[in-house]
């Protein structure tokens, strides 16, 4: 079932977007991540008690896009689980009254209208864009990656879908990164267009050496794309140099002038990588009303053991 989005009536209505679809691969190898993601897609990995593709989706959902499709690959059956109706353990928490908990079960199938589509072989990101194809139709649309967490308190995704509608062509999301992290990333040549966060991009390279990267700006997992990118993804060979097909793709639609960069400035975390994981783990932990106090007051006093002062509870002891 598609969610209705009802505006608060004290509100005047958002602007109609052109924009209603999104999708999100989650058909990676998530090899950084092994032996974890041997039997789990990565995008299942839980950030504090949800799977990681959770807020994925809600902040599709919370930027309007109530069509979601999953680009699926070998695990598909947890992420589609997931986000479906779980009969038995509903009627569990129905018939002990926990009402909470199954509202908790209950809300990844209610954020959207979710979809699965299955990409086979992981042959990169851009071939899984391509896999959606039939699904968007002739329709502008958001990919957001399953792994990439954006905070769930920043708009980027919103300020994305407006500079689309406006400015039409793609989009995509920058976050500038200092120059010895940027090998990592699709980076963009940029020029300014007299919006303080939306620059033109005029070229993309994948995976720069600093001293050959054409800026500072790296792409992040969130793209407003114009169904153009399916003819020029369609003349890419699958398989062909991994997963820089869709920055492949990009640059050719940048060449003709129709790609803008949101420039973002907020925090924004790779869950498929372990150090990052952690990082994201933590931080969402200590914002949470339920966990965080508690947490943070531990995590003090574990910061204060590694850097060797004495824990509270052994003075207590001590004393
Ligand atoms: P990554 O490069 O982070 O995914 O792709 P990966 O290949 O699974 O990770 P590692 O490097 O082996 O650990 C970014 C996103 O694109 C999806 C991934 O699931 C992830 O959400 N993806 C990647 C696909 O859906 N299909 C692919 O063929 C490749």
Redesign the pocket.
Same mark, same amino acid.
């Given at each position: 079932m598609g969610r209705m989005i009802t505006p608060h009536p004290s509100r005047p209505a958002a602007p109609a977007r052109t924009v209603r679809k999104a999708v999100v691969? !989650?058909? &990676?190898? /998530?090899?950084?991540?092994l032996p974890a993601t041997k039997a789990t897609?990565?995008?299942m990995l839980p950030v504090v008690d949800k799977p990681a593709i959770q807020y994925v989706v809600e902040e599709a959902a919370a930027a309007g896009l109530d069509d979601v499709l999953m680009?699926t &690959?070998r695990h598909k059956r947890a992420i589609e689980d997931h986000f479906d109706h779980a009969f038995e353990l509903e009627q569990a928490l129905a018939a002990k009254g926990d009402t909470v908990r199954l509202d908790a079960v209950r809300d990844p199938a209610r954020l959207a209208s979710i979809h699965h589509i299955r990409?086979g072989d992981?042959? /990169?990101?851009g071939? !899984?864009v391509l896999c959606a194809r039939r699904h968007v139709g002739d329709e502008p649309f958001a990919v957001l990656? /399953?792994?990439?967490l954006v905070d769930p308190r920043e708009t980027l995704l919103s300020r994305m879908l407006d500079v689309r509608d406006r400015r039409l062509g793609s989009v995509v999301a920058l976050l500038e990164v200092p120059p010895e992290q940027i090998h990592r990333y699709g980076c963009a040549a940029v020029e300014p267009t007299g919006e303080e966060d939306v620059v033109r991009v005029t070229g993309l390279v994948e995976k720069p050496d600093p001293e050959h990267a054409p800026s500072r700006y790296a792409v992040i &997992?969130r793209y407003v794309l114009d169904p153009a990118v399916f003819g020029v993804l369609e003349r890419t060979a699958p398989g062909r140099g991994g997963?820089d097909q869709l920055t492949d793709a990009l640059q050719e639609l940048a060449a003709g002038g129709t790609v803008h960069g949101v420039v973002f400035k907020g925090l924004r975390h790779?869950t &498929?990588d372990k150090a990052d994981y952690l990082r994201t783990v933590v931080r969402l932990a200590c914002d949470r009303p339920d966990l965080g106090p508690e947490f943070v007051s531990w995590l003090k006093e574990f910061v204060a053991e590694l850097d060797g002062a004495r824990p509270t509870h052994h003075r207590d002891i001590a004393a």
């Open positions: 691969p !989650a058909a &990676g190898l /998530g090899t950084r991540f897609p990565k995008e680009v &690959g990409q992981p042959l /990169g990101l071939h !899984a990656l /399953g792994d990439d &997992g997963e790779d &498929g």
